[in-house]
């Protein structure tokens, strides 16, 4: 039998391993929208929370895996996973793992979950709880692992948030979370070291916010898609607007800066080693692109 339809009448049945902030807030959205749902949690006393919200308490985590076809992890780390599922029978469950982990922990979870006889997607939440239920918020989950396993299970998947398919390679749901999230704290490196240059003067921190916001975004909105499109054709000469030795250049105003306002170059100061280091091998006509072949061990 296909548990998984469009009516409203009967919706997929869902078991949830573990409620701290990101699984409470998606359970709700599970139970709000008539989905069965039957929960587990380590600490009880999280589950029984949602009990007069509609949602089945296991006592156990088997209890809880044997309840629905549709099991939907969402605990700590990965070995929280191998724990909590430990002993359990997991035969011709739809195992969706939305526990942060590396690309590799993914594949190997993947594997372990086919030796146990179940079906395994990996998922990684580009979403903080708030934005969990609020489809104009904007979050979503990336899914990589079985295709057909997807595609069964995208309407009760999409509920909570909008989901984005990324390949079979279980491992490239994590890879695509990691990768964005890196991106986010070197940008956040970036803002941390612009407010401190101005942390000491008389500048208005709040007035001077938008405008670097503004900034970054103007920066990094071209420059991401020229920088993928550069990958792939390996010209790092086209469309160049600043080029390599223009930019190694002008690096000095901005250390020496750093030191006059008694700022430590320490965010910054990685890029621009990068920078020289490419320099040194090439004509300083191209792009940064360079750079993330630097990177490579």
């Known amino acids: 039998m296909n548990t998984t339809t469009s009516t409203n009448a009967q919706k997929t049945p869902v078991t949830l391993l573990g409620l701290g902030a990101m699984g409470t807030a ?11 749902l039957t929960v587990w949690n380590r ?54 793992n939305l526990t942060t982990g590396t690309p590799a922990e993914a594949r190997a979870r993947a594997a372990w979950a086919e030796e146990r006889g179940a079906r395994y997607l990996d998922g990684g939440i580009m979403a903080v709880p708030p ?28 509920v909570p948030v909008g989901t984005t398919y990324v390949g079979e390679d279980a491992g490239f749901a994590a890879l695509h979370d990691v990768a964005l999230l890196s991106a986010m704290y ?10 401190a240059l101005i942390r000491r003067e008389n500048i208005d921190p709040v007035a001077f916010a938008p405008l670097l916001g503004d900034w970054i975004k103007a920066m990094v909105d071209p420059s991401v898609g020229q920088t993928a499109h550069q990958l792939v054709s390996g010209d790092f ?16 105003t901005l250390l020496t800066t750093a030191e006059e306002q008694g700022v430590s170059p320490e965010l910054i100061r990685p890029q621009f080693d990068l920078m020289r280091r490419l320099l040194a091998t090439s004509t300083g006509k191209e792009d940064l692109t360079g750079t993330v072949d630097l990177l490579l061990k």
């Open 26 to 36: 998606l359970a709700r959205t599970w139970l709000a929208a008539g989905h069965p």
């Open 43 to 96: 600490t009880p006393g999280r589950a029984e929370a949602l009990a007069p919200e509609g949602a089945k308490v296991a006592d156990s985590a088997a209890e809880a895996v044997a309840a629905s076809t549709l099991v939907i992890a969402c605990l700590l780390d990965d070995a929280s996973v191998g724990t909590a599922l430990d002993g359990v029978d997991l035969t011709g469950k739809d195992l969706v």
């Open 131 to 158: 934005m969990v239920g609020v489809p104009e918020a904007g979050g979503y989950v990336f899914y990589s692992g079985s295709r057909q396993l997807f595609d069964l299970h995208r309407a009760t998947l999409a």
């Open 186 to 195: 070197g940008m956040f490196a970036g803002a941390t070291h612009a407010f």
């Open 237 to 252: 000469t086209t469309d160049v607007v600043s080029n390599l030795a223009m930019q190694v250049a002008g690096a000095k």
